[in-house]
């Protein structure tokens, strides 16, 4: 491909750069019309600072073909027809003699110049997409590698489902047992209870207390493989809460982190790459909570049929240690998943309307579109935003300013399956400041926005998520005008 088609693909800075190569003494329209006379040249053999060899006859030489082509040029365009252009070819040339006729190695200085930093920044963009392309490469086989290991702990949140059933069956079969074995040693009793003469007290009572022997075996048997039974579906659990522990890390602090970084750029100026997918991260939050939540009501199940049948293996309470693990991955899960799609302006001004879109990750899992939650903003100062963020049970004691309409419900989109909320009216009512500087209106002090809701999981967990306006620090400073 010729140099001249590369550089017609730059974008951006690069583009902008080429377009600043050009000028008077070397028109843009001239590179693009003669791109191939003007790179098929020997530029190379051309010293411009060389005036004592044959330099100047050969760059003498190159400025008469381009005068000449030119001409060409113009007795190709019919009369009527493309004049302007012909007007504006005539004038290059007449150009190119005034300033080049007698310095022909300033057009060789100037061309060689042009080229070279044509041909450096379509290097450098070719690097750029190299590297970007490497980077898609990679992000694809991350893609493919969660999605692969998302499927595994699928499959084995289904076998534990399994095992868990069979242990159930297993466990009323015993209760069964064990209420026919004290229905014979009920009978056993009654019998012995008989006077000595009863004819039929011997016998009867040798069977009842075979049978009594039988059941006591079956009951030994049925316990040590229910206990058996409990300790590898723990191992189950466990190795399934230590890779699914080592996925979500992986998802919330590596990719769910890249794109917040990707677009706190994006905020600044910069393109978000194709791969910094929203969509993809939702959908990896939604199957982790499919896997989490099946997870913590299995061990739930558990826990309950332990307590039908109290006997214990070890005394180790590992079933409570998984209990606390998991539902400490489900409460990690959600805070993560609470997040702005849509930032409000980076400067606000009071009484001016501005906007914003808080996104739940885990769409319709975990029934929260159900009944949806009120997401409230707040204003609060950098201080308490630190604070916040390094202790998130905290709760907002006070708040900085008042923000108008500063309350929405979530709302749920079936088709697309994200929850969100879209504030579109709020407004900086007043703001409160450390100093009054009297008619100052602009301040250097430094605010957060501050999102928050709160729900319920089932039964037993009450959730309370904040996000504020963070991007490649933990708090994203807002500057006020008031």
């Not at 989490?292 to 049948?309: D, F, G, P």
Request: with cysteine; proline share 3%.
């Amino acid at each position: 491909m010729a140099l001249w088609d590369k550089v017609r693909e730059l974008e951006g800075n690069s583009l902008r750069q080429i377009q600043s190569l050009y000028g008077p003494n070397f028109p843009i329209q001239f590179r693009h019309y003669f791109a191939s006379l003007i790179e098929s040249q020997a530029w190379e053999r051309i010293d411009p600072d060389n005036v004592q060899g044959d330099e100047e006859a050969h760059a003498k030489y190159i400025l008469d073909l381009f005068l000449s082509e030119i001409n060409k040029e113009c007795d190709c365009l019919t009369e009527g027809k493309d004049f302007l252009q012909r007007l504006h070819l005539s004038e290059i040339a007449s150009h190119f003699k005034h300033v080049y006729g007698s310095a022909p190695l300033e057009l060789v200085r100037i061309v060689k110049k042009i080229l070279a930093i044509e041909s450096r920044l379509v290097q450098q963009d070719g690097n750029k997409m190299e590297s970007f392309n490497a980077a898609n490469a990679l992000h694809a086989k991350n893609s493919l590698r969660i999605n692969q290991e998302l499927d595994q702990l699928i499959t084995k949140t289904r076998d534990a489902e399994q095992e868990l059933r069979n242990l159930q069956s297993e466990q009323e079969y015993f209760v069964i047992k064990y209420q026919d074995n004290a229905r014979v040693l009920n009978e056993l009793q009654h019998y012995q209870q008989r006077p000595q003469t009863d004819p039929g007290r011997n016998q009867m009572e040798q069977s009842l207390i075979r049978k009594s022997q039988e059941f006591d075996k079956l009951l030994r048997t049925g316990k040590q493989k229910i206990l058996q039974m409990r300790m590898a579906l723990g191992s189950h659990h466990q190795d399934l809460l230590v890779r699914l522990s080592h996925l979500q890390k992986e998802i919330l602090n590596d990719q769910l982190s890249k794109w917040k970084r990707s677009q706190a750029l994006a905020y600044n100026g910069a393109l978000q790459r194709d791969n910094d997918n929203l969509d993809q991260l939702q959908h990896w939050c939604e199957r982790l909570a499919e896997i989490v939540w099946q997870s913590r009501q299995q061990i739930k199940r558990l826990q309950l049929q332990r307590a039908q049948l109290p006997f214990h293996a070890s005394a180790r309470d590992v079933l409570s240690e998984q209990d606390t693990t998991i539902t400490d991955l489900l409460l990690e899960l959600i805070a993560s998943a609470f997040v702005i799609e849509k930032q409000p302006p980076q400067v606000l001004k009071t009484q001016t309307r501005f906007g914003a879109t808080v996104r739940l990750l885990i769409g319709g899992k975990l029934n929260v579109h159900m009944n949806p939650p009120t997401v409230k903003a707040s204003i609060i100062s950098e201080a308490q935003a630190k604070t916040l963020n390094s202790d998130q049970r905290r709760s907002v004691s006070e708040v900085s300013g008042e923000i108008l309409n500063p309350e929405s419900v979530m709302e749920y989109h079936a088709q697309s399956g994200i929850l969100s909320v879209n504030f579109r009216n709020m407004s900086l009512r007043r703001i409160k400041r450390a100093d009054k500087r009297g008619a100052e209106c602009v301040t250097e002090e430094k605010f957060t926005i501050l999102f928050q809701a709160s729900f319920s999981l089932g039964h037993d967990i009450g959730v309370e998520v904040r996000v504020s306006i963070l991007m490649t620090s933990p708090m994203k400073s807002l500057m006020l005008l008031v």
